[in-house]
């Protein structure tokens, strides 16, 4: 198994610019999480899914968007480039049920957005 | 939004020593789980932790969720050179599921060989 893939790595933007982050996941969890990583901040939840055609709000929406048609890809969207979306974006996923806490992460996108 | 403690911040250490580091919070969490991140890499998940008291093992590391449930405590024993990263914590509210795991801001590990 691969685990939770991310494409692409690294990516520059110029502000207004609009890309999506590709996430893959191939052990058949039914929910997936996109974070973001600021320099010495923990993990902040952007959006989440519990399964195929649900999607819902994290912590820190606003500037995303994001779908969910199949259960392995989660792709996230930015539409209108800033500056405060410079950061280091991770995809996770887990099992649904009782062990649905332990989420396995992605390698990453870092983005920069001038 | 919540907030998880994390000390210490960073941590220098010579190979072979003990490391210790902790999570601490005002809130009850019903989990625990600790993370390692390597530069460049993603979090890995290395110990999970469900039940107040608990005490779990991986390899060189053991983990305990502590009693309050507001806190937890991390355990490196013989540090290596490879230990080096960043350990975060993150807990899980009672009140949500999965999507409710709020992470501390990480302990910065260097091993001095």
């Known amino acids: 198994n691969a685990g939770v893939t991310q494409t692409p790595k690294f990516r520059i933007l110029k502000i207004g610019q609009s890309m999506t982050l590709q996430c893959t996941q191939d052990m058949n969890h039914n929910y997936m999480y996109w974070y973001r990583q600021d320099p010495g901040m923990g993990l902040k939840l952007i959006y989440y899914?519990?399964?195929?055609?649900?999607?819902d709000k994290g912590e820190v929406p606003n500037g995303y968007n994001v779908s969910r048609s199949t259960t392995e890809d989660f792709p996230l969207r930015l539409e209108l480039a800033a500056p405060s979306q410079t950061s280091v974006y991770f995809c996770?996923?887990?099992?649904?049920?009782?062990?649905?806490?332990?989420?396995?992460f992605g390698p990453g996108t870092r983005l920069t957005v001038t | 939004g919540q907030q998880l403690n994390q000390s210490p911040q960073s941590m220098f250490i010579q190979e072979g020593e003990d490391v210790s580091m902790n999570c601490t919070s005002s809130?009850?969490?019903?989990?625990w789980l600790w993370y390692k991140q390597e530069p460049g890499e993603g979090p890995v998940l290395l110990i999970a932790?469900?039940?107040?008291?608990e005490l779990t093992s991986n390899g060189r590391l053991t983990a305990q969720f502590g009693i309050t449930r507001k806190d937890s405590f991390l355990n490196i024993s013989a540090s290596i050179p490879s230990d080096v990263g960043i350990y975060f914590c993150a807990g899980q509210l009672p009140q949500g599921g999965s999507e409710k795991l709020v992470f501390g801001k990480g302990t910065k590990l260097t091993v001095n060989p």
């Open positions: 809130s009850i969490f019903n989990t």
């Open positions: 899914s519990v399964g195929a055609g649900i999607t």
């Open positions: 932790l469900y039940k107040a008291g």
């Open positions: 996770a996923s887990s099992y649904s049920g009782t062990t649905s806490y332990e989420q396995y």
